[in-house]
């Protein structure tokens, strides 16, 4: 099994930064993909953003040249820093990790951009 935290959350004005942080526990190893989903109220979840282990990205167009994803596969951590922010990335931030054929998730964390 694979537990998965995440930290970083928070208010933030409009145009500001956030650094999300997901750490993993138990079985890290094997992890192939990570990456981070969201969901604003209302709406159904979306991605966000993907790592592969050798660290190849993919993003959600409307956060490309604003949002960066990175891991650290010793640690088994993925991170997303997010530059300048709008209201509409106003939702809850879930990271996920694929090993072994099955998807873990996090629990979510609250990410409010007031403008």
């Known amino acids: 099994q694979v537990q998965l935290v995440e930290s970083g959350g928070g208010l933030v004005q409009a145009g500001g930064s956030l650094r999300l942080s997901c750490a993993a526990s138990?079985?890290?190893?094997?992890?192939?993909?990570m990456g981070w989903y969201r969901q604003a109220p209302g709406s159904q979840r979306e991605f966000v953003a993907r790592?592969?282990?050798?660290?190849?990205?993919t993003y959600t167009d409307s956060v490309k040249d604003r949002f960066t994803i990175s891991r650290d596969n010793a640690k088994g951590t993925v991170a997303l820093q997010m530059n300048s922010l709008k209201s509409e990335s106003t939702a809850v931030y879930y990271c996920?990790?694929?090993?072994?054929?099955?998807?873990?998730w996090g629990q979510g964390t609250q990410v409010t951009v007031s403008s």
């Open positions: 996920y990790m694929d090993r072994n054929g099955r998807t873990f």
């Open positions: 138990g079985y890290t190893s094997s992890i192939r993909d």
């Open positions: 790592i592969s282990r050798p660290g190849a990205t």
